[in-house]
């Protein structure tokens, strides 16, 4: 079975705080995603990233930057997090050269609380 | 921009009974749409894709162009059918764009 990990699945930091949040998966897959999931606004992409050291903005890339040193890790970083980053975080991957086959394997999660 | 609407953000139904969840898409182009189903604590994961043309957990989507709709439709709800769906659509290179999600809530 893929297995998309995230580090953290509970997090409380202070406005102004410099966030990290880990993503681990263990299939050798190029494409990485990070979503974030808020009620009544659905999954809105923040960054992607193809291969290593490749990134993509998304759709929401204002406040967040993304890390991938390493094929199998993606991490996603709030610079100095705000309360209307408080959210659940949604980590994603997929293999490439499969055509545009729309499944994406996500990890559990990463619930993130500004204060 | 393509675009993925789910008008409802709640669907209440009773055990039995049956259920449509609505989808609609604007797209120029031909459209790849898929139908996410998250059960609670558990991961999001993929339920169907329109092309498969398959049923999952009894579950069915059929793509209309005329109407751009997807919608996801089961002849009768069970209990465990109860989880928040999303539908969503593939722009490029696996990059999906999801709708806003609509929870259904299945009574006994």
């Known amino acids: 079975d893929v297995k998309v990990t995230q580090s953290s699945r509970y997090l409380v930091k202070r406005t102004g705080e410099k966030v990290f949040l880990e993503c681990v998966q263990d299939?050798?897959?190029?494409?990485m995603f990070w979503y974030r999931q808020d009620p009544g606004l659905g999954l809105r992409l923040i960054y992607f990233?193809?291969?290593?050291?490749?990134?993509e903005k998304g759709d929401i890339p204002e406040g967040y930057s993304v890390s991938r040193e390493k094929k199998e890790r993606f991490s996603l970083i709030l610079e100095s997090a705000s309360t209307n980053q408080t959210s659940m975080y949604l980590c994603a991957s997929t293999p490439a050269g499969t055509g545009d086959t729309g499944e994406l394997f996500f990890g559990e999660g990463s619930r993130l609380t500004v204060l | 921009a393509q675009r993925v609407t789910q008008p409802e953000k709640l669907l209440s139904v009773f055990k039995g009974a049956p259920v449509e969840l609505k989808c609609n898409y604007s797209y120029s182009g031909s459209p790849e749409l898929f139908w996410y189903v998250q059960y609670s604590r558990q991961r999001l994961q993929l339920l169907l894709r329109h092309i498969s043309r398959e049923s999952i957990k009894g579950f069915t989507a059929d793509l209309n162009k005329g109407e751009t709709s997807f919608h996801l439709k089961k002849p009768f709800a069970q209990e465990e059918d109860s989880a928040m769906y999303y539908c969503?659509?593939?722009?490029?290179?696996?990059?999906?764009?999801f709708g806003t999600g609509t929870r259904l809530l299945v009574s006994p």
């Open positions: 299939m050798d897959h190029e494409n």
């Open positions: 969503a659509s593939i722009l490029i290179f696996q990059k999906l764009v």
């Open positions: 990233s193809y291969d290593v050291k490749m990134k």
